[in-house]
């Protein structure tokens, strides 16, 4: 599988952004994207995933209310509505795949795909 993520740039406090993770390859097997984000010393950390097999949705307590991950299954593609951006949403933000399951219990560890950066940048 390989990804393409997307959508991300500068925006101010307050403010939203929506991402974007098209996955091309083998799509046909089934797998759970994350979506994980990176800042400057910091470890990667999941934000959000959602189960491709029901689409549940997983998020991290810090932007739950506030971030929405969901899927157009077809277009292969999931994406990552971000409300309400603080300037610490600030990093890179990274899609990932992951075998069934790893939405749901998966660390950064648990994804074996992964797409290219995409940086948000929330200004204060």
């Known amino acids: 599988v390989q990804l393409q993520a997307s959508g991300g740039g500068l925006v101010q406090a307050g403010g939203s952004l929506r991402l974007s993770c098209t996955a091309s390859?083998?799509?046909?097997?089934?797998?759970?994207i994350g979506w994980l984000r990176q800042t400057p010393g910091k470890e990667r950390e999941v934000v959000a995933a959602?189960?491709?097999?029901?689409?549940?949705?997983y998020y991290r307590a810090s932007v739950k209310g506030r971030f929405t991950t969901s899927s157009d299954n077809a277009k292969n593609t999931v994406y990552l509505q971000m409300n309400s951006l603080t300037p610490d949403d600030t990093a890179v933000y990274y899609c990932?795949?992951?075998?069934?399951?790893?939405?749901?219990?998966?660390?950064?560890?648990?994804?074996?795909?992964w797409g290219q950066g995409t940086q948000v940048t929330v200004s204060s």
């Open positions: 959602i189960a491709r097999n029901d689409d549940t949705t």
């Open positions: 390859g083998d799509t046909d097997s089934g797998y759970d």
């Open positions: 990932a795949s992951g075998p069934p399951g790893t939405a749901e219990i998966g660390t950064r560890s648990d994804y074996d795909y």
